[in-house]
């Protein structure tokens, strides 16, 4: 069985930052793309940032410039440093990976952790 864990959200000014991390643990031979994604209440689910197995990034067009995704493969964890933080990045934040377990790809996520930025 696959879990990602991840910490790091709470409550901060706006201005401030965060780092999240996000942890893969299990039987895991691999790990494909890393990404995070947001869920602000009443909306949908959106995607952050991603990051591939080589390191290539991308990032959702509210974000870029202010927050960093990064992983430590040998560590098996991906993560998020959010910098200039608005009340719009108030959201929960969920850790999504492709992984590859006994020859099968896998995605999994993470049960998410709460960001609250205040004004």
């Known amino acids: 069985q696959v879990q990602l864990v991840e910490s790091g959200g709470g409550l901060v000014q706006a201005g401030g930052s965060l780092r999240l991390s996000c942890a893969a643990s299990g039987s895991i031979f691999s790990i494909n793309g890393m990404a995070w994604y947001r869920q602000a209440p009443g909306k949908q689910r959106v995607l952050v940032a991603v990051?591939?197995?080589?390191?290539?990034?991308n990032y959702a067009d509210s974000v870029k410039g202010r927050f960093t995704i990064s992983r430590d493969n040998a560590k098996n964890t991906v993560y998020l440093q959010m910098n200039s933080l608005k009340p719009e990045d108030t959201a929960v934040y969920y850790c999504?990976?492709?992984?590859?377990?006994?020859?099968?790809?896998?995605?999994?996520w993470g049960q998410g952790t709460l960001v609250t930025v205040s004004s």
């Open positions: 999504n990976s492709v992984v590859v377990v006994q020859g099968k790809s896998l995605e999994v």
């Open positions: 990051i591939s197995s080589g390191g290539r990034t």
